[in-house]
């Protein structure tokens, strides 16, 4: 859980924050804190820290975002860390934005602590009361006058954060008016509600890319498949050119002139089958004729047997007649011989 709490000075940011740090086991993060470590450790950031200090000068945020980054890279912030005091403005929300993306890390949430300026400084006078009564100094800048500046400040540095979380989708606002363990309760409610919505967005990410394995596996397995496919078929088309480049020499010489024979005599069949076509048409037209002319004499018959029929009583008729002469003069003559014989 890496969190940011925000909210005006007096809002209750360092109370929640430690009740965080036991709730989730992830380490409170203080910029004060981080500088005056880095500064004791002596590393080469804590070294540039000391010298701008030593000067009184601000620290700038590239020195702080140093600093950061070599102290969440240590152990006891692997489960995760609480940012207070820092970001103080929008560049240094950005220069953090661009440190964690270079990590691979991110920002659960933002939690602000709403509450009324005027309740605020009731609130410090009340606890600076308590404080003197209980024999204890408060801290100098622990008064209302103090207050009202480091509100002024926060007005204008730090509340722009409220809209860049916002924008991001990163900003839960808990009214910071309640009781102490109330406002504990609503930073654990909607904690819960964000770390719920996570652990669903992460399990849909795992489904889809559960998928797309699938698919690629799908892809990947037919491609292979082709490849084995096209790999048999290689060598045996290999082989096919190994045994024809292996084949004797008489062997080739025998197929290419049983090729050649068989092109001549396709050849000389085509020429046959050409020199054929023009008989064969003369043929199919005195077929054709012959049928005419058959077709002709059929239908003249008819004509011819009926002129015969005609003539053939005729004729007959003729032939009696010559018969009937010859009857007739061969009486006469037996008579005139019989008549010569008597006398």
Not at 71 to 99: H, K, M, S, Y
Not at 159 to 168: G, I, W
Not at 221 to 240: G, L, V
């Amino acid at each position: 859980m890496r969190l940011i709490l925000l909210g005006p000075p007096g809002a209750g940011k360092g109370t929640q924050a430690a009740r965080l740090v036991e709730q989730y086991g992830i380490v409170q993060l203080s910029t004060g804190d981080m500088l005056r470590a880095a500064v004791a450790a002596g590393t080469p950031v804590g070294l540039k820290a000391k010298d701008i200090m030593a000067s009184g000068g601000l620290v700038p945020d590239e020195v702080v975002i140093g600093i950061i980054s070599d102290r969440i890279e240590q152990d006891d912030a692997a489960n995760g860390f609480i940012l207070d005091g820092f970001p103080r403005t929008v560049p240094q929300a950005e220069a953090l934005d661009a440190l964690l993306k270079d990590k691979k890390l991110s920002l659960d949430a933002v939690v602000e602590l709403r509450v009324n300026e005027s309740a605020l400084l009731a609130r410090v006078e009340t606890r600076v009361a308590e404080m003197r009564a209980r024999g204890e100094e408060p801290r100098a800048d622990d008064n209302a006058e103090a207050l009202a500046k480091r509100l002024s400040a926060y007005r204008a540095q730090t509340e722009p954060l409220v809209e860049y979380y916002s924008e991001k989708r990163k900003l839960l606002t808990v009214d910071g008016m309640m009781t102490i363990d109330e406002v504990t309760r609503e930073i654990g409610r909607v904690l819960a509600a964000v770390a719920q919505a996570d652990q669903k967005k992460a399990v849909k990410t795992a489904t889809a890319k559960k998928r797309a394995t699938k698919k690629a596996g799908g892809k990947s397995s037919k491609a292979k498949a082709s490849k084995a496919t096209s790999s048999k078929a290689a060598p045996s088309k290999a082989k096919a050119a190994k045994s024809s480049a292996k084949a004797p020499a008489g062997k080739k010489a025998s197929s290419k002139k049983a090729v050649s024979k068989k092109a001549s005599t396709k050849s000389a069949s085509a020429k046959k089958a050409a020199a054929k076509a023009p008989k064969a048409k003369a043929a199919g037209k005195k077929a054709k004729s012959g049928v005419k002319a058959s077709a002709k004499k059929a239908a003249k018959a008819p004509q011819k047997a009926g002129k015969k029929a005609a003539k053939a009583p005729s004729k007959a008729a003729k032939s009696v007649g010559k018969v009937t002469k010859k009857a007739g003069k061969k009486p006469a003559k037996k008579a005139k011989s019989v008549t010569k014989k008597r006398s």
